[in-house]
């Protein structure tokens, strides 16, 4: 069956600080990446989309980037933290289209 | 621009009444919908879901509805439970291109009270 696993759970960084997040799926090949984010009262934001490795849409600017190195691994990165990347990000695979997106446990982000 | 809408950001029922959850959304190249139930500090987890080809799709409790024509769905939860309590997402997605990735709505906040 497959499983999709995030990382870390929580996470609290300084202002300036690097970011990395990492996504992976098992038991499935060739699978869509989504990294969203949940602010409060803001619902799920898409932020990167990828069909396949190296390939990544950007939905929004932003201070984030993502990078897909491998087949089922899906990387949120940033160079520097702002306070206003504080949020709840969530990682997700579907098996194309029509087909229903599995959700990671999410990553609870507090930049301070 | 926001492609898919839940206009109401809570609703709150009676134990053992009808839920009904209500989603429109704006682009025509959308033919995929499903809905999302998340509980705090959680991944969302999917509910049902419903292809154009159909105007209804039952599971349980849940059924969804579909009006191409107006482009609305809504869920409806039928008995409603206290641990239905959740933020409901409503999602849409298309054939193609960048009409394929899943976007969704707000979210509503439904409370169902003992």
């Known amino acids: 069956s497959q499983t999709i696993h995030q990382w870390p759970a929580t996470l609290v960084q300084p202002v300036g600080s690097p970011l990395s997040l990492e996504c992976t799926v098992e038991g499935t090949s060739n699978p869509n990446l989504y990294w969203y984010r949940q602010a409060a009262g803001r619902g799920l934001q898409l932020l990167f989309y990828s069909v396949g490795i190296g390939q990544i849409s950007s939905e929004v600017p932003q201070n984030l980037s993502a990078s897909r190195p491998q087949d089922r691994q899906f990387i949120l990165s940033s160079k520097k933290l702002l306070l206003s990347d504080s949020s709840f990000y969530l990682c997700?695979?579907?098996?194309?289209?029509?087909?229903?997106?599995?959700f990671g446990q999410g990553t609870r982000l507090t930049v301070v | 621009d926001q492609q898919v809408k839940q206009n109401s950001p809570s609703l709150s029922v009676q134990e053992g009444r009808i839920s009904i959850l209500n989603c429109d959304y704006t682009n025509s190249m959308f033919d995929y919908f499903l809905w999302y139930k998340k509980y705090p500090a959680e991944g969302p987890t999917f509910l049902i879901s419903i292809s154009s080809i159909k105007d209804k799709n039952e599971d349980g409790r849940f059924t969804v509805f579909l009006n191409k024509s107006a482009k609305h769905l809504s869920l409806h939860i039928v008995p409603s439970q206290p641990g239905d309590s959740a933020v409901y997402f409503c999602a849409a997605s298309g054939k193609n291109g960048a009409n394929s990735k899943l976007t969704f709505g707000k979210g509503i906040t439904l409370s169902v009270r003992p």
């Open positions: 997700a695979w579907t098996g194309g289209v029509h087909t229903e997106a599995f």
